[in-house]
């Protein structure tokens, strides 16, 4: 079935590039998305990127799709306190194109040490 | 306000109680979302729904029902609250037809059942 798979920490220290790396299963997936969860809040859209791209740049944020590997990874440059968050890579759902049923990773935890 | 929103915050509840978990948004979105947030799990879709009447299972729809009469209102009944449902759940709409589907996220509902 369709997985999304994730580490489940990162600690890095303020400044530092931070690599949060993700694999999926779904090789139909059309866009595949990362979001970002603050404490106490719910999931924000940080970036998403399509199918037929293999990288997207958006200011600190660069996202790298390798289709052959079916990996996607989120590098954050010069990270920040306030990038300490939990990080969602998601799919969407097989069949799901049109609905926007997305499958989630299970989280990973950036801690951004001062 | 627009936007997204959910009640309540926070519930504690009994085993075999029965409770309800309210999700409004104000976008007029075609789709919405129940999502579990559990340690280990990331998010699990529950039930989503694709317009007012139309609703389907998710990965983890035992335990729970659900209702869309209004197109702005998505209610998650727990039939028959079990510790197995303590957990942070999140509501979630899409207007699928932007930004490869976007989902938008209320604040979650912490409930926890003794």
């Known amino acids: 079935g369709e997985d999304v798979e994730q580490s489940l920490f990162l600690s890095v220290r303020e400044g530092d590039s931070s690599v949060i790396n993700c694999t999926y299963t779904?090789?139909?997936?059309?866009?595949l998305y990362w979001y970002k969860q603050e404490p106490g809040a719910g999931l924000q859209l940080l970036t998403y990127i399509f199918s037929n791209m293999d990288m997207k740049q958006d200011q600190r944020l660069t996202v790298l799709l390798n289709k052959k590997d079916k990996h996607l990874s989120l590098r954050i440059a010069d990270t920040q306190t306030g990038d300490s968050a939990i990080y969602f890579c998601?799919?969407?759902?097989?069949?799901?194109?049109?609905?926007?049923?997305?499958?989630f990773g299970q989280g990973t935890t950036l801690q951004v040490k001062p | 306000d627009a936007g997204i929103t959910q009640s309540p915050r926070y519930k504690i509840t009994e085993t075999g109680r029965q409770v309800t978990l309210m999700c409004h948004q104000t976008w007029s979105h075609s789709y919405m979302f129940w999502y579990r947030q559990d340690l280990g799990h990331g998010l699990r879709l529950i039930y989503y729904s694709a317009a007012a009447d139309i609703t389907d299972k998710g990965e983890v729809p035992d335990g729970y029902v659900v209702s869309r009469s209004k197109t702005e209102n998505f209610p998650l009944t727990l039939e028959s609250a079990t510790r197995s449902q303590t957990s942070v759940y999140f509501c979630?709409?899409?207007?699928?037809?932007?930004?490869?589907?976007?989902?938008?996220f209320g604040e979650g509902s912490r409930l926890t059942v003794l």
């Open positions: 779904d090789s139909s997936s059309t866009y």
């Open positions: 998601a799919e969407i759902g097989m069949g799901s194109s049109n609905t926007g049923k997305l499958i």
């Open positions: 979630a709409s899409s207007d699928s037809g932007r930004s490869g589907g976007e989902l938008f």
